[in-house]
DNA sequence: TACGATACCTACCACATGGTAAGCTGTCAA
DNA sequence: TTGACAGCTTACCATGTGGTAGGTATCGTA
């Protein structure tokens, strides 16, 4: 099966867009990288803006139906919501351009309110907090704390999948490598230990 | 007190590379902000690049500093974990600059491996490693599995710190304000919560 | 008073950038 | 057979970029 042309951009914008941002990455770099000019690529997508917002919006939609697909089981909220988080602590480990991108998005949100940025965090994130809310060790102090919990695993999940590279340089293979290993067992841990009655 | 023009070169830089990266800022801009040439900048600094690397330099030995201070405090290993983290927590949200610069940087590591990016998270880390390995609940797992859980803890503070303007946007004034409140409170119950023995 | 250094400025440059205009080529329906 | 359109191309352009060269004004010091 081959990728439209038009997809191909997609992939290869999100791809260099991630890895460089929107300003260190010029469509001329993104085209060049498909064997073709820039000018294909403005007759796709209008402008550099148009093409990033494309971008943004492939992966927004993608992680909301994945991330639904999880919501549906049906277990005790506590599984439930320790499932949400890890299998968006998988995703976001797996496609670690989108990882990238979103947080990039969260940084420059303020400037180039491009507000797709917010989206897809917006629903899920109530979707996880209304979970959690359903939880005993957690409804009793209210919405506002509730949202500061799953804050942080959220954080806990999208820092490290951002750091990979980093982490990688300041231990080396072996004990970053070892880490990520047992980085969802720790999270787990972290999740029921906070979930235990106090 | 009025500070040197070149210190006052790196405090705008900071600010404006912070908010748009370093490829979305341009040197003309950090001057004029100033009200002088970029010719003036690059007096001071030789290179756009140099003028980058002071701005690293500066926040990454502040930062080293302020967590030395509370490195000292000679109580339980668990408290001095829990305050090491509610203090890093605490200066990122102080200075969101720094904040958003260094998690940039976190992004950004693999391409301009300027790698003070690493610098201060390499000590701070281990520094963190270390404490974390004294507590017995902690200590059998292993070093790669400390790191997991102190990067957890490092994630939830920074991404908290970083999302304020999203956060702000997605749930409104009043709601993030309580998030805010509230969080450092969640943060200890996430460190106890997981620290208590299984 | 002369000298050198500091702190800037104007002028200039080569180059990369996003974008426009116009054209060429193949496909496919009328 | 023609005409429209998709999918590109080359040519071109205005603007912004980081950086160089060379100047001027100010000031502490010998």
Redesign the pocket.
Same mark, same amino acid.
Not at 46 to 49: L, M, R, T, V
């Given at each position: 099966m081959t990728t439209s042309?038009r997809q191909q951009f997609v992939l290869q914008a999100k791809k260099l867009f991630a890895q460089r941002g929107f300003y260190g990455?010029?469509? +001329?770099?993104i085209a060049n990288a498909l064997g073709?000019?820039?000018? +294909?690529l403005?007759?796709y997508f209008?402008?550099?803006?148009k093409l990033y917002g494309e971008v943004l919006l492939q992966i927004s939609s993608g992680l909301l139906t994945e991330s639904e697909r999880t919501l549906k089981a049906d277990h005790q909220a506590t599984e439930r919501l320790s499932d949400l988080v890890i299998a968006h602590y998988h995703l976001l480990m797996n496609d670690d351009d989108s990882a990238r991108l979103i947080m990039r998005e969260l940084l420059d949100n303020e400037q180039r309110a491009e507000k797709a940025g917010s989206w897809y965090l917006a629903s899920y994130l109530n979707a996880l907090v209304d979970t959690a809310m359903e939880i005993e060790t957690i409804k009793h102090l209210g919405r506002a704390q509730a949202l500061a919990f799953i804050y942080q695993l959220l954080g806990a999940a999208h820092y490290f999948a951002v750091s990979q590279p980093t982490l990688e340089q300041i231990f080396g293979r072996a004990l970053s490598k070892q880490t990520r290993a047992g980085y969802e067992r720790e999270l787990r841990n972290l999740i029921s230990g906070r979930l235990r009655p106090m």
């Open positions: 042309t990455t010029s469509i +001329a770099t073709l000019t820039k000018q +294909a403005l007759h209008g402008s550099k803006e």
